[in-house]
């Protein structure tokens, strides 16, 4: 409710600078883009995690590549720097399909005891301050690099352990939580007018999506729990742009 | 074969090596291994002593507590593991649990054993927690109407070609006659049994190992009292008996059935006495 709150009033803000300049200033357009991109990741963390007092148990992350889909829109403002130099400023709202984490538990932080399965999901959702320079020098295609600094929502939930024996029962569960944590992207790549209002564009961007942590588990007596401090991703970015 | 092929060959047989070290080493982390049977005979009344070998197979010591189980109660006595217990690494306790026969229907699964929740907490916690194997935990078998149940009598018994001494010679007794007719007008007997078709024995019955109870494949005195329902597999008429143990001391997993005028049991030498040395009686 908080996140969309905040991401309710900035986009409105934006938009209502936008219609602002755009009736006022002719040298500051507005610019709205839509980008769908294929995205990966390697997010397991192998860690040790004190469930109580004395009692270790070692997390092992099943170190796989997980695919999933990032979507963003960017409103910005457009400015020509220089006769070459094309520049975006705005915000950016951007969320993820759901990231699946697993890998084994050793109970007592000994490998002699790979008794349990974990498994978990993470989701990202970011408002972030975006920056993109365009360099209008080609006549096929625009090569351009952004990024962006912002805030970034990593929620972490549905965390169950499994049983690999009869005799092991499984252990209680973290608890779903979500981390804010500062967030940003830097990306490169080539956009091409389609007309006087439209283009599209692909390129790479990379983002760091800040720490993620489940919320301790309510039997324990400590507050200890599975973290990631940084969570790094890829993405091909796919866009469209609507220049006013 | 190339040597990409022997090179692939190499690394799928290393992986797989690798894979199942992996899968054997695993292990629970405290084992508990069963020293007396895990088999309740129900229905009966009374308790049954269940105890377990507990190991600590970790390199670290902890505290353990057993989860509160319905039905049981933990013997915490001198030798058995307390509550909580403390177990170095690679020692053990016994865990031993009196399993209440009258609440049966509330028992479920087996012990849990779980480290317990902290230095100033011993109450049981949720981590390391582990149960017996599947095979292990405590199962309670039924007797049931659909008979037969066991094998056929055998022994020293001292039986009579003309049938003086078979159960029917318990109808011998007026008292017995008039118990089996109380009995079912009562609605004492469960419905197959009636005056017609069961007559009523007293005798030992060694079948502590069955029943669950520790040092009593002989029959003990704690079996004082119960009562069996038994059928004579094909036999009629008469095919069942209710029999009551009253005593200890027959042969391991027998019945030892006190026939009125009829057997002498373990001590055949009376039989004489009774029914002479004629081809009739053996």
């Given at each position: 409710?908080?996140v969309?709150k905040?991401?309710?009033?900035s986009?409105?803000?934006?938009?209502?600078?936008?219609?602002?300049a755009?009736?006022?200033?002719n040298?500051w357009?507005p610019?709205?883009t839509?980008?769908l991109?294929?995205?990966?990741?390697?997010p397991g963390?192998?860690?040790?995690?004190?469930?109580?007092?004395n009692?270790?148990e070692?997390?092992?992350?099943?170190s796989t590549?997980?695919d999933?889909?990032n979507s963003?829109?960017?409103?910005?403002?457009q400015?020509r720097?220089?006769?070459?130099?094309?520049?975006?400023l705005g915000?950016?709202?951007?969320?993820?399909?759901?990231?699946p984490?697993?890998?084994?538990i050793?109970?007592?932080?000994?490998p002699?005891?790979?008794?349990?399965f974990?498994?978990y999901?993470?989701?990202?959702?970011h408002?972030a301050?975006?920056?993109?320079?365009?360099?209008?020098v080609?006549?096929?295609?625009q090569?351009?690099?952004s990024?962006s600094?912002?805030?970034?929502?990593?929620?972490?939930?549905?965390?169950?352990s499994?049983?690999?024996?009869?005799?092991?029962?499984?252990?209680?569960?973290f608890?779903s939580?979500t981390?804010?944590?500062l967030?940003?992207?830097?990306?490169a790549?080539?956009?091409?007018?389609l007309?006087?209002?439209?283009?599209v564009?692909?390129g790479y961007?990379?983002?760091?999506?800040?720490?993620t942590s489940?919320?301790?588990?309510?039997?324990?007596?400590s507050?200890?729990s599975l973290?990631?401090?940084?969570?790094?991703?890829?993405?091909?970015?796919?866009?469209?742009?609507?220049?006013? | 074969?190339t040597?990409?092929?022997?090179?692939?060959?190499?690394v799928?047989?290393?992986?797989v090596y690798?894979?199942s070290i992996?899968?054997?080493?695993?292990?629970?982390?405290?084992?508990m291994?069963p020293?007396t049977?895990?088999?309740?005979q129900?229905?009966?009344?009374?308790t049954?002593?269940?105890?377990?070998l507990?190991?600590?197979?970790?390199?670290?010591?902890?505290?353990f507590a057993?989860?509160?189980?319905?039905?049981?109660t933990?013997?915490?006595?001198?030798?058995?593991?307390?509550?909580?217990?403390v177990?170095?690494?690679?020692?053990?306790?016994?865990?031993s649990l009196e399993?209440n026969?009258?609440q049966?229907s509330v028992?479920?699964?087996?012990?849990?054993?779980?480290v317990?929740k902290?230095?100033?907490?011993?109450?049981p916690?949720?981590?390391?927690?582990?149960q017996?194997?599947q095979?292990?935990?405590p199962?309670?078998?039924?007797?049931?109407?659909?008979f037969?149940?066991?094998?056929?009598?055998t022994?020293?018994?001292?039986?009579?070609?003309d049938?003086?001494?078979?159960?029917?010679?318990?109808?011998g007794s007026?008292?017995?006659?008039?118990?089996?007719t109380?009995?079912?007008q009562g609605?004492?007997?469960?419905?197959?049994?009636s005056?017609?078709?069961?007559?009523?024995?007293?005798?030992?019955?060694?079948l502590?190992?069955q029943?669950?109870i520790?040092?009593?494949?002989?029959?003990?005195?704690?079996?004082?009292?119960?009562?069996?329902?038994?059928?004579?597999n094909?036999?009629?008429?008469?095919?069942?008996?209710i029999f009551?143990?009253?005593?200890i001391?027959a042969?391991?997993?027998?019945?030892?059935?006190?026939?009125?005028?009829?057997?002498?049991?373990?001590?055949?030498?009376?039989?004489?006495?009774?029914?002479?040395?004629?081809?009739?009686v053996n």
């Amino acid at each position: 409710m908080k996140v969309n709150k905040v991401v309710t009033i900035s986009l409105g803000i934006t938009l209502s600078s936008l219609v602002f300049a755009g009736e006022n200033d002719n040298l500051w357009r507005p610019v709205g883009t839509l980008s769908l991109s294929p995205a990966w990741c390697s997010p397991g963390e192998t860690q040790t995690v004190y469930v109580q007092p004395n009692l270790p148990e070692t997390f092992t992350a099943n170190s796989t590549t997980e695919d999933f889909v990032n979507s963003e829109l960017f409103l910005s403002l457009q400015h020509r720097l220089t006769p070459p130099l094309l520049a975006q400023l705005g915000l950016a709202v951007a969320t993820t399909t759901t990231i699946p984490l697993n890998g084994d538990i050793w109970q007592d932080a000994d490998p002699d005891f790979n008794n349990l399965f974990y498994d978990y999901k993470i989701r990202h959702t970011h408002l972030a301050a975006k920056g993109k320079l365009l360099a209008d020098v080609y006549q096929l295609v625009q090569p351009y690099i952004s990024g962006s600094l912002g805030v970034g929502f990593n929620y972490a939930y549905h965390y169950k352990s499994t049983s690999k024996r009869f005799e092991v029962l499984p252990e209680p569960p973290f608890t779903s939580h979500t981390t804010t944590a500062l967030t940003y992207t830097l990306g490169a790549g080539l956009q091409r007018a389609l007309n006087t209002h439209w283009s599209v564009g692909v390129g790479y961007e990379f983002t760091d999506w800040g720490k993620t942590s489940l919320g301790a588990a309510p039997a324990q007596l400590s507050n200890a729990s599975l973290n990631l401090n940084h969570i790094y991703t890829n993405q091909l970015q796919l866009s469209i742009s609507f220049v006013a | 074969m190339t040597l990409k092929n022997i090179l692939k060959t190499l690394v799928m047989i290393t992986g797989v090596y690798l894979l199942s070290i992996a899968y054997v080493k695993a292990q629970p982390p405290i084992s508990m291994m069963p020293t007396t049977s895990t088999t309740i005979q129900n229905p009966n009344s009374g308790t049954t002593l269940i105890e377990y070998l507990i190991t600590n197979q970790m390199k670290n010591s902890h505290t353990f507590a057993m989860v509160t189980m319905a039905a049981a109660t933990q013997n915490i006595s001198t030798g058995k593991c307390a509550n909580p217990f403390v177990l170095q690494p690679q020692s053990s306790c016994l865990l031993s649990l009196e399993i209440n026969r009258n609440q049966l229907s509330v028992l479920e699964g087996g012990p849990k054993v779980c480290v317990t929740k902290g230095p100033n907490d011993n109450s049981p916690g949720s981590y390391l927690c582990t149960q017996p194997s599947q095979t292990n935990i405590p199962t309670v078998t039924t007797l049931s109407p659909n008979f037969p149940y066991g094998s056929p009598p055998t022994g020293n018994v001292c039986v009579s070609t003309d049938y003086y001494a078979t159960p029917e010679t318990m109808l011998g007794s007026w008292a017995m006659i008039q118990a089996t007719t109380m009995d079912t007008q009562g609605s004492v007997l469960p419905s197959f049994l009636s005056d017609t078709n069961t007559v009523y024995a007293v005798g030992t019955a060694a079948l502590g190992d069955q029943l669950g109870i520790a040092s009593c494949s002989g029959g003990c005195n704690q079996l004082n009292g119960y009562c069996f329902a038994l059928k004579f597999n094909g036999k009629t008429p008469y095919p069942y008996m209710i029999f009551q143990s009253v005593n200890i001391g027959a042969n391991p997993d027998t019945f030892d059935i006190y026939m009125a005028g009829g057997g002498s049991g373990a001590f055949p030498a009376p039989c004489q006495t009774f029914w002479g040395t004629g081809g009739a009686v053996n």
